[in-house]
């Protein structure tokens, strides 16, 4: 008896996946737990792993095109089976639901002009509750407006090209409606789901949890000096981040307040300090958990990061690999950023912000200069849980034990 | 205390402006009077659009009958008499004069007869004696023909718009005075009967307002039919010579004289708005070149006194007044309407064969504003109907922003151009975009498939051109 195989969910926030490779083909036979297709989640690449046995009778939906979770993406069944009755139902339902990603779309690719504006039309569906003329929907997309913000005074409200003049006109940081660009043409660029989930989280994150910034220098000389001593014992090194990762678990357990989470009615200390670290990736960025943190030896941490990393690069991450940081670390240090504050990453309270190392002329015992190792720290914290003086003596506790890393042992 | 009106509104004049702002107020609510000195319907129903197009069907009618000769048909126009067309035309008239009534009466409005004459700001004197007070007051007198020196009109030899609608027997030649829509009308009209036309016109082409590459085509085809031009030429003066015949003197660019002997002079250079005499110096209302200045909802300076139509500076048009006087009649029952209408979105028509119509920017004004346009054109030819009904002369043209392809404008000349214009004009409206059009199916073999391949002209692939 031939069955759907629908589109599940992949990671806790995924509402719609994006096949990027079948693994099988039409007429394969699928066992249980065997891997049929790779799909591009918010976050990562994921393997769908069959739960159905059979052989894979129709693929409904090809490499690179999106379904979202509950729709058919093939048909498994016995071989030889009919199943056109299965695929008429199927095309029944989504034409009901409307939604055009489901189907697979031609096999040409848009080429020229002529099919830009053919698949233009095809993403007007998604967002057809809102009324809007197609003038102002062009005007709004060039300009890269989402029509939700806008309220329309046409006819039963729909949104005409005055609205948006107006709310360009209003909003005074967008490009001016005459501005035209002297060089090449502008690009519309679709959003990633991706890219999408660090809009919106990071947008949440800045706008509901009250940001604060502390800052100060850290002498970096006998750290470098012991990272020295332990990587010459070593076959491998041990990255600064890591050692960042360890000092920064160390005084955590110091000051456990910094390890916790705002829950409106309530705050979540964690018992496990799970620290993430931003990666940049081609398409976004991503931080990687590194579990445990406390208690764990720097040469272990150094060890699950490294693995992380090179998965986070891959895309391969799996939701376990990079939800749930209790506190982040974001290093632009190799980009010779001198110092930057970063946006906390929820649901941890706190984001340390750690700029390059740098040898600079430091004034001492008030009358002599001398040449010292400095790296400047920037910790965002969320006052809703980190209280100022907090939040201040942990960032000294981190500096001392930076700066004299024996500290950490105390 | 509140004082008590005998209406909560009057209106003055019952043209397309007065008698729609009547029927609007009345729906609203408010108990309504409208005063006429002539019959209801004012200009447009008795002696201008209605009329015209009576005459204008006829003269198609008259000119199509070589196509009955085409077909081996042999027809005996001794018998045609003008006067019975003139008959027809106006019973057109009076039918829809009569409608008015029926229309005022239904939605109980009282029609006050009589010349109005306004007092104070909520006080009308009509004829001698009777006196109506109202909140409000919309004056909506209209307009009547422009003269110019040298050619006062006695409707006899020297005749306006009116009197050219009131003819009984047609002359054997007309000079017309004027290139704009009311000129071209009734040449198309007199040169389909047979009566030789000349047209003199000051600027350096017929109708001025529009499209000219569209206006070129409509002059060749008129051309053809015998009509003569005098473009960049003005009319100097007349005389009037023993043979009951006029001789005109005409002028042009480079000063050179030219006679032109003819049997009637028809003076189409115009209107001129109906401000004088009804009583606006009594509430201190001054006209700007003889129109009355409003704000966006035609409110005048004084409170409750609203001008539409001819008399205020917007286009001299009846669907014009008629929206200006839905406007006031919302604006005064308390709805919160659209302001003052958006000049590029206002159709305009004429009737001549082919027809024109067109709203928005013309080619020569956006390149006076310096805007940036792209155009889209489509040759009735490409149209299978077109050819099918021998109606093949003609074009749709568009004009759209390069960037965003909103409608700028649209400009048809061709077989029922007047009623083609609307597709675009509501995709103009409804903010549509050419593609819009471009992508909709319809119907074949039609004439607005011509608008459709403009559409896909301007999309870049026009299937049949």
């Given at each position: 008896?031939?069955?759907?195989?629908?589109?599940?969910?992949?990671?806790?926030?995924?509402?719609?996946?994006?096949?990027s490779?079948?693994?099988?083909?039409?007429?394969?036979r699928v066992?249980?737990g065997?891997?049929?297709?790779?799909?591009?989640?918010?976050?990562?690449?994921m393997?769908?792993?069959?739960?159905?046995?059979?052989?894979?009778l129709?693929?409904?939906?090809?490499?690179g095109e999106q379904?979202?979770?509950?729709?058919?993406?093939?048909?498994i069944?016995?071989?030889?089976e009919d199943?056109t009755?299965l695929?008429?139902?199927i095309?029944r339902d989504?034409?009901?639901?409307?939604?055009p990603?489901?189907?697979?779309?031609?096999?040409?690719?848009?080429?020229?002009?002529?099919?830009?504006v053919?698949?233009?039309r095809?993403?007007?569906?998604?967002?057809d509750?809102?009324m809007a003329?197609?003038?102002?929907?062009?005007l709004?997309?060039?300009r890269?407006?989402?029509?939700?913000v806008?309220?329309g005074?046409?006819?039963?409200?729909?949104i005409?090209k005055r609205?948006?003049?107006?709310?360009?006109?209003?909003?005074?940081?967008?490009?001016s409606?005459?501005?035209?660009?002297p060089?090449e043409?502008?690009?519309i660029i679709p959003?990633?789901?991706?890219?999408?989930i660090?809009?919106?989280?990071?947008?949440?994150?800045?706008?509901?949890a009250?940001?604060?910034?502390?800052r100060l220098?850290v002498?970096?000389d006998?750290?470098?000096?012991?990272r020295?001593?332990?990587?010459?014992?070593?076959?491998?090194?041990?990255s600064?981040?890591?050692?960042l990762?360890?000092?920064?678990?160390?005084?955590?357990?110091?000051?456990?307040?910094?390890?916790?989470?705002w829950?409106?009615?309530t705050?979540?200390r964690?018992?496990?300090?799970?620290?993430?670290?931003?990666v940049a990736?081609?398409?976004g960025?991503?931080?990687p958990?590194?579990?445990?943190?406390?208690?764990?030896?720097?040469?272990?941490i150094?060890?699950?990061?490294?693995?992380?990393?090179?998965?986070?690069?891959e895309?391969k991450l799996?939701p376990e690999?990079?939800?749930?940081?209790?506190?982040?670390?974001?290093?632009?240090?190799?980009?010779?950023?001198?110092?930057?504050?970063?946006?906390?990453?929820?649901?941890?309270?706190a984001?340390?912000?750690?700029g390059?190392?740098?040898?600079q002329?430091?004034?001492?015992?008030?009358?002599s200069?001398?040449?010292?190792?400095?790296m400047?720290?920037?910790?965002?914290?969320?006052h809703?849980?980190?209280d100022?003086?907090v939040?201040?003596?942990f960032?000294?506790?981190?500096?001392d034990?930076?700066?004299n890393?024996?500290?950490?042992?105390? | 205390m509140?004082?008590?009106y005998?209406?909560?509104?009057l209106?003055?004049?019952?043209g397309?402006?007065g008698?729609?702002?009547?029927?609007?107020?009345?729906?609203?609510?408010?108990?309504?009077?409208?005063?006429?000195?002539?019959k209801p319907?004012g200009v447009?129903l008795n002696v201008?659009?209605?009329p015209?197009?009576?005459l204008?069907n006829?003269?198609?009618?008259?000119?199509?009958?070589?196509m009955?000769?085409?077909?081996?048909?042999?027809?005996?126009?001794?018998?045609?008499d003008?006067?019975?067309?003139?008959?027809?035309?106006?019973?057109?008239?009076?039918?829809?004069?009569r409608?008015?009534?029926y229309l005022l009466?239904k939605?109980?409005?009282?029609?006050i007869k009589?010349k109005?004459?306004?007092?104070?700001?909520?006080?009308v004197?009509?004829?001698?004696?009777k006196?109506?007070?109202?909140?409000?007051i919309?004056?909506?007198?209209?307009?009547?023909?422009?003269?110019?020196?040298g050619?006062?009109?006695?409707?006899d030899?020297?005749?306006?718009s009116?009197g050219?609608?009131?003819?009984?027997?047609?002359?054997?030649?007309?000079i017309?005075?004027?290139?704009?829509?009311?000129?071209i009308?009734?040449a198309?009209?007199l040169?389909?009967f047979?009566?030789?036309?000349?047209?003199v016109?000051?600027?350096?082409?017929?109708?001025?307002?529009?499209?000219?590459e569209?206006?070129?085509?409509?002059?060749?085809?008129?051309k053809?039919?015998?009509?003569?031009?005098?473009?960049?030429t003005?009319a100097?003066?007349?005389?009037?010579?023993?043979?009951?015949?006029?001789?005109?003197?005409l002028?042009?660019?480079?000063?050179?004289?030219i006679?032109?002997?003819?049997?009637?002079?028809?003076v189409?250079?115009?209107?001129t708005?109906?401000t004088?005499?009804i009583?606006?110096?009594?509430?201190?209302?001054?006209?700007?070149?003889?129109?009355v200045p409003?704000g966006?909802?035609?409110?005048?300076?004084v409170k409750?006194v609203?001008?539409?139509?001819?008399i205020?500076?917007?286009?001299?048009?009846?669907?014009?007044a008629s929206?200006?006087?839905?406007?006031?009649?919302?604006?005064?029952?308390?709805?919160?309407?659209?302001?003052?209408?958006?000049?590029?979105?206002?159709p305009?028509?004429?009737?001549?064969?082919?027809?024109?119509?067109s709203?928005g920017?013309?080619?020569e004004?956006?390149?006076a504003?310096?805007?940036?346009y792209?155009k889209?054109?489509?040759?009735?030819?490409?149209?299978?109907?077109?050819?099918?009904?021998?109606?093949?002369?003609?074009?749709?043209?568009i004009?759209?922003?390069?960037?965003t392809?909103?409608?700028?404008?649209?400009?048809?000349?061709?077989?029922e151009?007047?009623?083609?214009?609307?597709?675009?004009l509501?995709?103009?409206?409804?903010?549509?975009i050419?593609e819009?059009?471009?992508t909709m199916v319809?119907?074949?073999?039609?004439?607005?498939?011509a608008?459709?391949?403009?559409?896909?002209?301007?999309?870049?692939?026009?299937i049949?051109?």
């Open positions: 008896m031939a069955e759907q195989i629908l589109m599940i969910a992949l990671s806790p926030t995924m509402e719609t996946g994006t096949i490779k079948w693994e099988k083909k039409e007429g394969d066992e249980s065997e891997v049929l297709c790779q799909v591009e989640t918010d976050k990562a690449v393997d769908y792993e069959s739960i159905q046995e059979g052989v894979l129709k693929i409904l939906v090809n490499e379904a979202s979770i509950g729709t058919p993406i093939a048909i069944g016995e071989e030889g199943i009755e695929l008429s139902s095309k989504v034409v009901s639901e409307k939604s990603e489901v189907y697979p779309k031609e096999d040409v690719q848009p080429s020229d002009i002529r099919k830009e053919v698949s233009d095809i993403s007007v569906p998604k967002i509750r809102i003329s197609p003038l102002a929907r062009r709004a997309e060039q890269g407006i989402d029509l939700a806008i309220k005074s046409g006819p039963r409200g729909r005409i609205d948006i003049v107006s709310y360009i006109e209003a909003t005074p940081s967008t490009a409606f005459e501005v035209i660009s060089g043409k502008d690009q959003v990633s789901p991706k890219r999408a660090i809009a919106q989280r990071l947008a949440e994150s800045k706008f509901s009250p940001h604060y910034y502390l220098k002498r970096t006998d750290f470098m000096k012991a020295k001593a332990l990587n010459q014992t070593l076959e491998s090194r041990v600064v981040n890591a050692f990762i360890k000092f920064v678990a160390e005084t955590i357990k110091r000051h456990p307040i910094i390890n916790s989470t829950q409106k009615d705050i979540l964690h018992g496990s300090i799970d620290i993430g670290l931003a990736q081609d398409d960025l991503i931080t958990v590194v579990r445990d943190c406390g208690n764990k030896g720097i040469i272990e150094e060890k699950e990061l490294k693995e992380l990393i090179s998965k986070a690069l895309n799996t690999e990079y939800s749930g940081a209790t506190f982040t670390i974001s290093n632009l240090g190799s980009f010779g950023i001198e110092e930057f504050t970063a946006i906390i990453n929820p649901p941890a309270s984001i340390l912000a750690v390059k190392m740098e040898p002329p430091v004034v001492t015992n008030g009358n200069i001398e040449i010292q190792t400095l400047t720290l920037t910790l965002s914290c969320d809703r849980v980190i100022g003086a939040g201040a003596a960032l000294k506790d981190l500096k034990i930076i700066e890393p024996i500290k950490a042992l105390y | 509140e004082v008590k005998d209406y909560d509104l209106v003055i004049g019952s397309p402006g008698y729609v702002a009547a029927i609007r107020a009345s729906q609203l609510g408010l108990k309504t009077a409208v005063i006429e000195k002539d319907g447009c201008g659009c209605i015209s197009k009576a204008i006829q003269a198609e009618v008259f000119r199509n009958s070589r009955l000769e085409d077909m081996g048909i042999k027809l005996d126009k001794s018998g045609f003008y006067s019975k067309v003139f008959k027809k035309s106006r019973k057109a008239a009076n039918t829809l004069a409608g008015i009534e009466k939605n109980n409005i009282e029609l009589g109005g004459f306004i007092e104070s700001p909520n006080q004197l009509v004829g001698d004696d006196r109506f007070t109202a909140k409000n919309i004056v909506a007198t209209g307009s009547r023909p422009r003269e110019i020196p050619f006062t009109i006695d409707e030899t020297v005749i306006s009116t050219a609608l009131m003819l009984e027997k047609l002359p054997k030649d007309i017309i005075l004027g290139a704009g829509a009311i000129g009308e009734f198309h009209i040169n389909a047979g009566v030789e036309v000349y047209v016109e000051m600027m350096d082409s017929i109708l001025p307002l529009e499209d000219k569209i206006t070129g085509i409509l002059q060749k085809s008129l053809k039919r015998g009509i003569k031009f005098y473009t960049s003005k100097v003066s007349m005389d009037k010579m023993d043979n009951n015949r006029i001789s005109v003197t002028e042009d660019s480079k000063g050179n004289k006679e032109q002997e003819v049997e009637k002079v028809l189409a250079v115009g209107r708005p109906n004088e005499g009583g606006l110096e009594n509430i201190g209302i001054e006209t700007d070149r003889g129109f409003v966006d909802y035609y409110q005048t300076k409750g609203f001008a539409i139509g001819d205020v500076n917007s286009p001299l048009l009846a669907h014009v929206k200006e006087g839905e406007i006031v009649a919302e604006f005064i029952a308390g709805l919160n309407p659209e302001p003052r209408i958006d000049i590029n979105v206002i305009s028509a004429v009737y001549c064969e082919p027809q024109i119509a709203f920017y013309t080619e004004k956006a390149k504003e310096g805007i940036d792209k889209a054109v489509f040759p009735y030819r490409g149209a299978g109907k077109s050819v099918a009904i021998e109606k093949s002369e003609g074009m749709v043209k004009l759209y922003d390069p960037s392809s909103e409608i700028l404008g649209a400009h048809i000349v061709g077989a151009a007047t009623e083609l214009i609307h597709e675009l509501l995709a103009k409206w409804g903010e549509l050419p819009d059009i471009a319809h119907a074949h073999p039609t004439l607005s498939e608008v459709m391949e403009a559409a896909r002209s301007a999309e870049g692939w026009a049949h051109f």
